[in-house]
């Protein structure tokens, strides 16, 4: 059983880029998580999202983030115009169902704005 | 609201010395914990977790934690550690029934001398 994927591993966009990043969650896992992981900060949470559906999005920026979960397919995290203070590692997280228990993390998207 | 602390950014330990990494927590409502561990570019690995019943938890390699809900603490803790044990270590929190995104820490960095 795989665990969860992430890729691309590094993205190095230029400022006012696009940045796609995905996730695929464990098999039979339908609950996705997305955080952000600044240097010397622990991990912010950022959208939930459950089968084409997101369940809580409260950690999202207003503008320029959007989230997806297919019903078929991974997972999309997307920035719109990248600035430089979007760099930062992205770790996905899935888990089978919603409350107590762990979450299995990937092994995250370490996105650079030059 | 939720919260955690986790007092100590690092924590500098010889090999085969025992350690303890420190994490309360704020909440009004019952508490989920889990610690976590994250090792150079790779994402998280969950170490061990508390939902109910005994208050000491044992995890994978070789950790413990202790729930004091008196204290509102969950301090990891490991008899003897080991270089490869050099990593960044979280704390976090969720409440069943309610908010149930765990709440991260800032993460105790681990670093353990030959």
């Known amino acids: 059983n795989a665990g969860v994927m992430q890729n691309p591993r590094h993205l190095v966009r230029r400022r006012g880029q696009e940045a796609r990043l995905r996730c695929s969650p464990m098999?039979?896992?339908?609950?996705v998580y997305w955080y952000r992981q600044l240097p010397e900060e622990g991990l912010k949470f950022m959208v939930y999202?459950?089968?084409?559906?997101?369940?809580?999005e409260s950690g999202m920026p207003k503008e320029r983030f959007s989230a997806e979960f297919p019903k078929e397919g991974p997972s999309i995290l997307r920035i719109q115009q990248v600035v430089r203070g979007d760099s930062a590692a992205y770790f996905c997280?899935?888990?089978?169902?919603?409350?107590?228990?762990?979450?299995?993390f990937g092994p995250g998207t370490r996105l650079t704005v030059l | 609201a939720q919260s955690v602390t986790q007092l100590d950014s690092q924590v500098p330990v010889f090999e085969e010395a025992p350690v303890e990494l420190r994490c309360n927590y704020s909440?009004?409502?019952?508490?989920?914990l889990f610690w976590y561990v994250q090792y150079p570019n790779q994402g998280l690995q969950l170490l061990l977790k508390?939902?109910?019943?005994?208050?000491l938890v044992k995890g994978i390699n070789g950790f413990e934690a202790e729930f004091n809900k008196s204290q509102t603490s969950f301090h990891l803790r490991k008899p003897s550690v080991h270089i490869s044990d050099t990593a960044e270590y979280f704390c976090?929190?969720?409440?069943?029934?309610?908010?149930?995104?765990?709440?991260f820490g800032r993460g105790t960095s681990l670093i353990v001398h030959p």
């Open positions: 997280a899935s888990s089978p169902r919603r409350e107590g228990n762990e979450q299995f």
């Open positions: 098999k039979g896992h339908s609950h």
């Open positions: 999202l459950q089968k084409e559906n997101i369940i809580d």
């Open positions: 909440s009004s409502v019952s508490v989920y």
């Open positions: 508390y939902l109910s019943g005994s208050t």
């Open positions: 976090a929190v969720s409440n069943p029934g309610g908010s149930y995104i765990p709440t």
